[in-house]
């Protein structure tokens, strides 16, 4: 019997598709005798500075592909292979060109430094689950827009049940559920200043192909979703005052959230998202916000609850606000793409022969077993698939409609450009405005200040010039 | 020369290793810090003298000064609990006649020290709990409904939760201490308050209070010391929040340090923190001998 003469190297952190990615290296082996495709799947402790250690200097001994959220700025670095000219090229499981088999928006908004450092095989998001039962025993339909929700979560409260089950530790502000609510509120609230702070010609990041032609267009929830934001505009519009958070657009967005937090449960700030979980799945709580990979665990759990407790649940997207005194456009999602590959730079046939594996994987038969797979093997999907042709079981295809479709969240101030401190800061505040501790005035005061002082803390960090026209080296 | 005694070159090769790395990883960061203390010091750049900069900028901190509050309540609380309780069990275990249940009911409240801190610390969040919490349950069985609540989740109650933990607040090292200073007393002395007529409260209060004075001193100080230091239960159980309503100094200078990258800050919290402990614990050493020469 001959040995395989070329090995693909598949480390990954999505055990979801432990058995998928087995079954996909026996079928590309069955049908490449020659290549051998090694599956290690890995646990998310310790992930990246394993891929830290084996990409820069392990040689062959590195991995093929990888799951390419846990490695950032290795692109840049030039260690990882840009996958733009291979787009056009035939997929030979398909008979198309890659690109046509893929989500190329995706591809697109999330490009790295003009390349394509990844594909996204699958997305998450975040929708509202509800208690279709305990819906049906009150007479209650899902809501057409966040007014009516919380019409309906007044029903809710006088029938002796807690409407929304939220998590509002500070875990919860950065990067859960409080997080999620602000982050589309805030979306919703400043899209009208993408055209402020994104690229402009001359700058280093411009992109015609992107920002040229762009108009701001609030019906269309995908409008700006290509748009490069320039951070050094960004910063400098904050530092100016030219965007500002103690005005009347942020006293009003807080007002709001601070109105649907009368639905959550008492001292929500003591709850993280298993509290709130078990307040939903035991029936105490009529809805939840979570994110599109619970859909496989709750099905799961309800079926190990007792037949008495079990209840029939349902999703629901997030729905618009419609009455403000500004032009609100619908509340869009806050997800991203969920497993994503990248291939490391070794040497021109093994990229090939690591390209093509992942054109097997990423055709609607090789995408279809990961997600068969997963669901023989009860595992939860992340979330819908990206791949044009995947066929999802009937049941999961109706709980994954309410994700799709609502574009993606573009600016998001909960802290400034993720920067730790002012997240902390603020976070300190939210709560204490949320608990009735300050008032609305005096948070947006400490708001407009801890934003502020984000921006030098920012500039150096970053090592930033503040001329959008020159790239700056990050330190 | 002694021939049992060890050669000192032995001596020092077989304490070599682990005297170097008490070096290396204790002393040297420990000095290390105190002198980045004057530095601006950032995730990334090298530390620059900037002399009492970052002590200004703690005068400034509005957060740091904000958790002084909360860690004077810790305090306050942490050396009435190691002052009460253990010492009211200490006693009444002293008082049983039967050696027997003495020994079991010691072991008894011995036993939890054996639970790892992350353990106990679970425990109590799952105690405090909103929705399924045991203190919850326990009032609401109690006809006392009406007070249940998220007791980590509301500011007016997370920092009496968390000087809550560990209620009656009775094992552990103070016990032992106080059970081993209370042995000490010669039986004789004991015998003396029988004939005086001298029993019951009068003699706790009158005898064995001001001779278990050494280990009442030694137990403010390691109390001073522990709450001072500690963070991590405050970490686990709130992170600090809600808003600031556990946020105390050490949490503040780990936040400084681990999230933010200000490292030089960091070094400065630290070394003000050990300033206030040492100088706590030299006010407690000089007040504990007065009391004891008093007493």
Known sequence: MSQPSTVI?????????????QRLAREY?????????????????????????????????????????????????GLLVNLASYLSWRNPYTGKAWIEGLNPQFIEKYKTAGGVSFIPVDFVEIAFYY???????????????????????????????????VPGNADSYWSGTVGWIVRFFTDAYTREWVPLVMSRPGDWDYDPARNARFRLNLSDPYNDSLVIINSERLLDAVRRRVIRFDGERFAELYARIKAFSRYWQRGFHGANSGTAYNLFLTGRAAILLEGSWLIGDLMQDMADLPPRARFEWGVFAVPPLTTSRFHIPPFRGVGGPG????????????????????????????????????????????????????????ELQSYYRPFEGRGFEKLSFRGLMDEQESIWQWTVWAQRYMEGRVSLQEFLKR???????????????????MNPRTKDTPS | MNPRRTPIVVVALMLAPTLILLALFNYYPAVLGLSRAFTRWEMGEDPRWIGMGNFVAMWHDEFLRLSLRNLFMLLVANVLKTLTMPLLVAELLMSLRSLRWQYILRTAFILPMVVPGM????????????????????????????????????????????????FPWAGGLALLIYLAGLNQISGDVWD??????????????????????????????????????????????????????????????????????HYGYAAAIGLTLFIAIFALSLLNLLWGRRLEKLA
């Open chain 1, 131 to 165: 208690n279709v039962t305990l819906f049906h025993r009150l007479g209650l339909q899902t809501p057409r827009t966040w007014e009516g929700m919380l019409n309906i979560a007044e029903r809710i409260r006088a029938a002796g049940y807690l409407p929304f089950a």
């Open chain 1, 339 to 394: 497993l994503v590959l990248g291939v490391v730079k070794k040497n021109p046939q093994q990229t090939e022969r690591v390209v093509d594996f992942l054109m097997f994987l990423t055709s609607p038969q090789g995408a279809q077993i990961l997600v068969d797979e997963a669901v023989r093997h009860r595992r939860p999907l992340s979330g819908p698939m990206l791949i044009p042709g995947v066929k999802l079981p009937p």
């Open chain 2, 119 to 166: 353990v106990t610390m679970l425990l109590w969040s799952f105690i405090y709990d909103g929705s399924v919490g045991l203190l919850n349950q326990v009032l609401e069985a109690a006809g006392m409904g009406a007070l249940a609540r998220s007791w980590l989740g509301e500011s007016a109650t997370a920092l009496w939760a968390i000087i809550g933990i560990g």
């Open chain 2, 192 to 261: 003396s308050c029988q004939v005086d007529g001298v029993s019951g409260l009068k003699r706790v209060w009158y005898v064995d209070l001001p001779l278990l004075l050494p280990q009442a001193r030694l137990l403010v100080i390691l109390t001073l010391i522990g709450t001072m230091q500690d963070f991590g239960s405050i970490l686990i159980l709130t992170g600090g929040g809600p808003g600031l309503a556990t946020h105390v100094p050490a949490l503040h200078m780990y936040f400084q340090a681990f999230r933010f990258g």
């Open chain 1, 447 to 465: 708001y407009q200040r801890l934003m502020e002082e984000a921006v030098p803390r920012i500039v150096s960090l970053q090592k930033l010039d």
């Open chain 1, 29 to 77: 082996e069955r049908l490449h005798p020659s290549v051998q495709v090694k599956i290690q799947v890995m646990p998310v402790n310790g992930y990246e500075t394993w891929l830290r250690t084996q990409i820069p200097g392990a040689g062959d001994r590195a991995p093929d592909l990888f799951n390419a959220n846990y490695a950032w700025g290795m692109y840049e670095k």
């Open chain 1, 9 to 21: 190297f598949l480390a990954t952190v999505s055990g979801n598709y432990r058995e998928g990615f």
